[in-house]
Structure formats: structure tokens, C-alpha cells
């Protein structure tokens, strides 16, 4: 085995120190709650030359509390790590494709997707969220669905995909499938789709002679 190199060692002692399991999710908790506490106001404001102005101390205060109590809990700061983690992988794989997809567009353009291909990404990305964070969720279990897992340690996506799996051909399962595909059927039917031309007017423009 080749010998751990410098900076291996100083990413495993900063491991060791906590900073990834301690600092860096504190840091990240603070800054995205102060950030949203800041843009929405809703600690209330303050006058200050005559302009409203977001309390800062508060603000700063409460993230700071959520933020402390985030990273007390290892459960969350192992979802944190891992959810993160696959969502960058996600984003990675995003970027891989638009790469792929400039090699037929001409030098000098920049890749512009349409605006169907802008919903269809958007859709899966949600998608591939909502699966990141529900794998990162761990429940302890004793199902057969998760035999394969550690105790304590069986994703809730596996967990779900595995009762799917067995309930597929169910009434419920059914019912609820037919359901979504309802709604998107509807959804799809009432869409808006205004008209291209300019909308109403008289087409003369003139004044009516008597």
C-alpha cells in the first residue's frame, strides 16, 4: 500500500478534529438560515437613518442557535454530509451533459437549452433531490427489505422501493397511479397556451365617419 502523502494526512487530521463533522455543516447551517432570515425579515426590522434595515442581531442569533443544535445531532450531520455529497454528484453529471451536448453547437455560441429541455432537467432534478435525501434518511428496521443494511442504517428509499416493489400489483398502488397520471393529464389539458399574434384591437385603427 502506497503511504498516506501530506495532504492526506492533513485531511485526515482535520477529519479527526471535527472540522467536517462539526465546523463546516455549523458554517453551512448559519450561513443559509442567516441568509433566508435576512432576505425574508421576518425577525422583524429596524429604522436606522431612516431606512428599514433586517436585526442583524437577531437574525444572527437565531441561526446561530439552529445551527448549534444541527450539528449536536450526528444523525444530521450524516445526512447533511451524504446528501450533499450526491447532490453535487448530481450537479457534476448536469455539467458532463451540457459539455457533451456543446461539441455540436458551433464555436463561439454559447449552449442554450430549450425551453422544454429547461422543464424536463428541472423535473428530474427534483426528482433526483428528493431520492438524494430520502437514501441520506437512515431508519432502523427489522423488514426483510432491509436485510442488506447495517442495523440502523437502511436508507427509507430502500425501504419504500422494496414495499412498491411487493405492492405494485395492489389496489392502493394502482390507485394512486392512476391518480398522478389524472392530475397530469389535467394539468396538461388546462395548460395556458396563449396565442402568439398581439391580442385583440380594431384592425382599421381610423375613426368612424358619419
Request: aromatic share 12%.
Amino acid at each position: 500500500m502506497a503511504e498516506t502523502t501530506a495532504f492526506g494526512k492533513a485531511i485526515i487530521f482535520l477529519r479527526d478534529l471535527g472540522v467536517y463533522d462539526v465546523i463546516l455543516p455549523f458554517l453551512l447551517i448559519f450561513t443559509i438560515l442567516f441568509a433566508i432570515l435576512e432576505r425574508t425579515r421576518v425577525l422583524g426590522t429596524e429604522n436606522v437613518g431612516g431606512e428599514n434595515h433586517p436585526r442583524k442581531n437577531l437574525n444572527a442569533m437565531v441561526a446561530f442557535v439552529i445551527a448549534f443544535l444541527v450539528v449536536a445531532s450526528s444523525r444530521l450531520v450524516a445526512i447533511i454530509n451524504e446528501a450533499l455529497a450526491n447532490t453535487m454528484l448530481l450537479l457534476l453529471l448536469v455539467i458532463f451533459f451540457i459539455v457533451l451536448i456543446g461539441v455540436f453547437y458551433e464555436e463561439g455560441k454559447p449552449v442554450i437549452l430549450e425551453t422544454h429541455w429547461k422543464i424536463i432537467f428541472s423535473i428530474l432534478m427534483f426528482i433526483g433531490i428528493t431520492a438524494i435525501f430520502l437514501w441520506a434518511v437512515k431508519i432502523e428496521s427489522n423488514s426483510s427489505y432491509c436485510s442488506d443494511y447495517a442495523k440502523g442504517e437502511c436508507p427509507w428509499l430502500a425501504m419504500a422501493f422494496g414495499w412498491l416493489a411487493d405492492q405494485w400489483d395492489s389496489t392502493a398502488v394502482a390507485s394512486i397511479v392512476m391518480f398522478i397520471v389524472i392530475i397530469l393529464l389535467i394539468l396538461f389539458v388546462t395548460s395556458d397556451k396563449k396565442p402568439s399574434g398581439s391580442s385583440g384591437g380594431n384592425s382599421g385603427g381610423g375613426e368612424s365617419h358619419h
